[in-house]
């Protein structure tokens, strides 16, 4: 039977005491209604069902170009009066699945069993067994176990109150199930809302098996309501996935300080120390060691590697054997070949440089392309831009640059050229030549320092 996932989203979130809406804070660089549609998409072929409310215009623009269906519910009258928003989407003969899009570590796994089970009864429900269930429907079972009613706290007794096994919200039945029970929903509660959850009931009055799942950890299935569950997601997140990367053979200094916001991927006898941040889709290869503070971003980085600590690297490509910092910063559009050299207090931003090149201290390469064997002494800046117009410097192979060289491009060094310490370049260097462009040194004998009076 298809699939279609139906994701509840229009929530303020009042307790996040934000003007952005509450499924649109980030947990590992992305919202958290993000983490829920990707799931959605690993398990089922169809485009989701976003239903949505307060701030639905930024809610869309945050997803602008993706196959989603978007449905409005103008007034949060619970969430069983959402799924009636989004029934004439829902079409019958499909199993549906329903989930919220403040609940973002839910696995894939957990999901596709509770749709086996549903696909089997009808109806599967996943729960979870919490130490304190406060503030969470409970699950009610008849004598013989199965599930009878669930019931919210707000509405149970005290006796209810002290069961430990609570409704997620999440759930998986048949779409005509939807189709005839939502439409007949009653709002007579504490809350005054028409809740999903009551289609439990009216399902054990037809007969119908409600069996639920139990979900393998209680984090998996915990929604953020609070900046304070909002930040202990993000932990349990990380967690986990250095969890995963130290089982896939990487070292981690410390395993609670490192942050992976995106994808980042590991080859054999990795390094990381600690406070490393990872955003976007990073490739370390083998034997690659991150010193301490790094943030490195939509990058690839060669085998061997050295990235010493406090580097900031973004959307560059890394060679073999290259090391990189104390201090450095790597900005998008550069590529560095393999046995390259950057030093601390370095920035390079969109240039080429070749394999063995050295930019070692406290200098600047902008919009360049730099070839092989270059030395680029300290203090050296590529002058690129005139104001209006962003200009391209060349450095061919073999060339020696002097320290507090500028080069104010656009300008040429030719290949094997030196040019001499305290350099402006303005004009293109030949092959093999020296440029030098100092004023002539004076020494002026005699000469008295001034000096303030003495009392």
């Given at each position: 039977?298809?699939?279609?996932?139906?994701?509840?989203?229009?929530?303020?979130?009042?307790?996040?005491?934000?003007?952005?809406?509450?499924?649109?804070?980030?947990?590992?660089?992305?919202?958290?209604?993000?983490?829920?549609?990707?799931?959605?998409?690993?398990?089922?072929?169809?485009?989701?069902?976003?239903?949505?409310?307060?701030?639905?215009?930024?809610?869309?623009?945050?997803?602008?170009?993706?196959?989603?269906?978007?449905?409005?519910?103008?007034?949060?009258?619970?969430?069983?009066?959402?799924?009636?928003?989004?029934?004439?989407?829902?079409?019958?003969?499909?199993?549906?699945?329903?989930?919220?899009?403040?609940?973002?570590?839910?696995?894939?796994?957990?999901?596709?069993?509770?749709?086996?089970?549903?696909?089997?009864?009808?109806?599967?429900?996943?729960?979870?067994?919490?130490?304190?269930?406060?503030?969470?429907?409970?699950?009610?079972?008849?004598?013989?176990?199965?599930?009878?009613?669930?019931?919210?706290?707000?509405?149970?007794?005290?006796?209810?109150?002290?069961?430990?096994?609570?409704?997620?919200?999440?759930?998986?039945?048949?779409?005509?199930?939807?189709?005839?029970?939502?439409?007949?929903?009653?709002?007579?509660?504490?809350?005054?809302?028409?809740?999903?959850?009551?289609?439990?009931?009216?399902?054990?009055?037809?007969?119908?098996?409600?069996?639920?799942?139990?979900?393998?950890?209680?984090?998996?299935?915990?929604?953020?309501?609070?900046?304070?569950?909002?930040?202990?997601?993000?932990?349990?997140?990380?967690?986990?996935?250095?969890?995963?990367?130290?089982?896939?053979?990487?070292?981690?200094?410390?395993?609670?300080?490192?942050?992976?916001?995106?994808?980042?991927?590991?080859?054999?006898?990795?390094?990381?120390?600690?406070?490393?941040?990872?955003?976007?889709?990073?490739?370390?290869?083998?034997?690659?060691?991150?010193?301490?503070?790094?943030?490195?971003?939509?990058?690839?980085?060669?085998?061997?590697?050295?990235?010493?600590?406090?580097?900031?690297?973004?959307?560059?490509?890394?060679?073999?054997?290259?090391?990189?910092?104390?201090?450095?910063?790597?900005?998008?559009?550069?590529?560095?070949?393999?046995?390259?050299?950057?030093?601390?207090?370095?920035?390079?931003?969109?240039?080429?440089?070749?394999?063995?090149?050295?930019?070692?201290?406290?200098?600047?390469?902008?919009?360049?392309?730099?070839?092989?064997?270059?030395?680029?002494?300290?203090?050296?800046?590529?002058?690129?831009?005139?104001?209006?117009?962003?200009?391209?410097?060349?450095?061919?192979?073999?060339?020696?640059i002097g320290s507090d060289t500028q080069l104010v491009a656009p300008v040429t060094v030719g290949r094997g050229a030196t040019v001499g310490a305290g350099t402006t370049v303005t004009e293109d260097v030949g092959a093999d030549e020296l440029a030098l462009s100092r004023v002539k040194q004076k020494a002026i004998?005699?000469?008295?320092?001034?000096?303030?009076?003495?009392?």
């Open positions: 039977m298809k699939l279609i996932v139906c994701i509840l989203a229009a929530g303020q979130g009042k307790r996040m005491y934000s003007d952005r809406p509450k499924v649109l804070h980030h947990l590992a660089g992305k919202p958290l209604v993000g983490h829920v549609i990707d799931t959605a998409r690993e398990i089922s072929g169809q485009s989701p069902i976003i239903v949505y409310g307060h701030g639905g215009a930024s809610l869309r623009a945050a997803f602008t170009g993706e196959s989603l269906v978007w449905v409005e519910q103008r007034e949060q009258l619970g969430t069983g009066h959402a799924i009636g928003q989004a029934l004439p989407s829902i079409p019958t003969g499909y199993m549906t699945l329903i989930l919220y899009g403040d609940v973002p570590l839910l696995r894939a796994a957990t999901l596709q069993q509770l749709v086996g089970v549903a696909e089997r009864t009808g109806f599967g429900l996943l729960t979870a067994t919490l130490d304190d269930p406060a503030g969470y429907g409970r699950i009610v079972r008849d004598p013989d176990g199965k599930i009878n009613r669930i019931v919210e706290h707000k509405d149970a007794t005290p006796a209810e109150l002290e069961f430990a096994e609570i409704n997620t919200g999440i759930m998986a039945l048949h779409s005509d199930y939807l189709h005839r029970w939502i439409p007949a929903l009653q709002n007579k509660n504490t809350q005054g809302e028409y809740y999903l959850t009551d289609c439990v009931a009216v399902a054990v009055a037809e007969g119908i098996d409600v069996v639920g799942v139990a979900a393998a950890t209680a984090s998996e299935v915990m929604g953020v309501n609070t900046r304070i569950q909002l930040a202990q997601l993000e932990r349990q997140y990380q967690h986990d996935v250095a969890e995963r990367l130290m089982a896939g053979g990487v070292t981690l200094r410390d395993p609670a300080r490192i942050d992976v916001r995106g994808e980042l991927t590991c080859g054999r006898d990795v390094e990381i120390d600690i406070n490393a941040v990872f955003i976007g889709k990073v490739e370390l290869g083998d034997r690659v060691s991150v010193g301490a503070n790094c943030v490195i971003e939509d990058t690839i980085i060669g085998d061997e590697t050295q990235i010493l600590p406090n580097c900031v690297i973004e959307s560059a490509r890394i060679g073999e054997a290259v090391r990189i910092g104390p201090f450095a910063r790597i900005r998008p559009e550069t590529v560095l070949g393999n046995g390259v050299r950057i030093g601390n207090y370095v920035e390079v931003k969109k240039s080429q440089i070749g394999d063995r090149s050295k930019v070692n201290h406290l200098s600047y390469i902008g919009d360049s392309e730099i070839g092989r064997n270059v030395n680029v002494g300290a203090g050296t800046i590529t002058c690129n831009y005139d104001g209006a117009f962003k200009h391209k410097t060349v450095i061919e192979d073999d060339v020696f004998t005699g000469w008295k320092r001034p000096r303030k009076p003495s009392n």
